[in-house]
């Protein structure tokens, strides 16, 4: 009986910690989306005439390749953005490398 109860005391603490995670990283693309250069990314990219990212990422004409692919290279006006993206405070205080920030902050963008 011990042994059942550590069992699904532990399989919720693992469950309950992944949860905090999803939450950190949804957290970290809010605060990327809301800084980034200074101003966000919302400063053009909610403007109509602008790519608007979370209808294009739900609508399937924007993968998740090549968002990464913008950020880090840039595309027409936008500019290469991962060297900002590394430099917000909430990345790098949680210690994500470009992969991890770029996740979070398509989550983020993903659910908005």
Same mark, same amino acid.
């Given at each position: 009986? %011990? %042994?059942? &109860?550590?069992?699904? =005391?532990?399989?919720? &603490?693992? @469950?309950l910690?992944?949860? @905090?995670?999803?939450?950190?990283?949804?957290?970290?693309? %809010?605060?990327?989306?809301?800084r @980034?250069f200074?101003?966000?990314?919302?400063?053009?990219?909610?403007?109509?005439? !602008?790519?608007? &990212?979370?209808? !294009?990422? *739900?609508?399937?004409? &924007?993968?998740? =390749?090549?968002?990464?692919? #913008? /950020? %880090? !290279?840039g595309?027409?006006?936008?500019?290469? =953005?991962?060297?900002e993206?590394?430099?917000?405070?909430?990345?790098? *205080?949680?210690?994500?490398?470009?992969?991890?920030? #770029?996740?979070? /902050?398509w989550?983020?963008?993903?659910?908005?």
């Amino acid at each position: 009986m %011990k %042994k059942t &109860l550590g069992t699904l =005391a532990g399989a919720a &603490l693992i @469950a309950l910690s992944g949860a @905090a995670f999803a939450d950190e990283s949804t957290d970290i693309g %809010k605060k990327i989306y809301d800084r @980034a250069f200074g101003r966000g990314c919302g400063t053009c990219h909610d403007i109509s005439s !602008n790519p608007q &990212l979370t209808a !294009n990422i *739900k609508a399937g004409t &924007l993968t998740r =390749a090549i968002f990464e692919d #913008v /950020l %880090k !290279n840039g595309r027409g006006g936008m500019p290469k =953005a991962i060297d900002e993206i590394m430099k917000n405070a909430a990345v790098t *205080k949680a210690g994500y490398g470009e992969d991890q920030a #770029v996740d979070a /902050l398509w989550k983020y963008i993903s659910t908005k």
